[in-house]
């Protein structure tokens, strides 16, 4: 039996990504240390995108709309629930990371996927000139096939190709895939 990973003191998640950070929003923010209080809660050693999920869920009605009308939301909540149970044992001491993307070393905190994913919710916005909000980060998010957040997403029957399909990619404009890696 692997041992479970020591709780995490908050000041050890320290993260960039803060409120102060003028590339997102208040919202997003807000999302980020949901996501912060979650890991540090569960013990885990590093944000993933599991816990951004879970924490755009609870605070993004944007989000919500795009996963699905409230069953889904509540199956796929469920599943992250289950996290110190089910998901959470078997991701434990691992890192999530599919070394598809840049790995974002100064994103202290996050596992190397969740940290990309912000960056490119960060990017994805500042293409619009705006700050990046929970569907930017979503979209990132998704898009990375071996995202515990698309393990997630998959168990809860939601396809990740669907979520892409109904995020915005600018102001009111449906199908973000177009403007989506592959």
Known sequence: MH?????QPARDLDLRHRADDARIGAELAAV???????????????????????????????????CGGPARVARLLGYLVQRSIGYGLRWQGS??????????????????LAGGALEAACTRAAERGERARGVDLLAAIVVEPDARAVEVLAAAGIEARDVVAGIPRGTGEAGGAADLPA
Not at 95 to 112: I, N, Q, R
């Open 32 to 66: 980020v240390a949901g996501a912060r209080r979650r890991a540090v809660r569960d013990g885990d050693r590093q944000i993933d995108t599991a816990h951004l999920l879970h924490s755009l869920l609870e605070s993004d009605p944007d989000v919500r709309a795009v």
């Open 3 to 7: 041992p479970r990973t020591p709780r």
């Open 95 to 112: 890192v999530e990371d599919s070394g598809s993307v840049p790995a974002v070393t100064d994103g202290e905190g996050f596992s190397p």
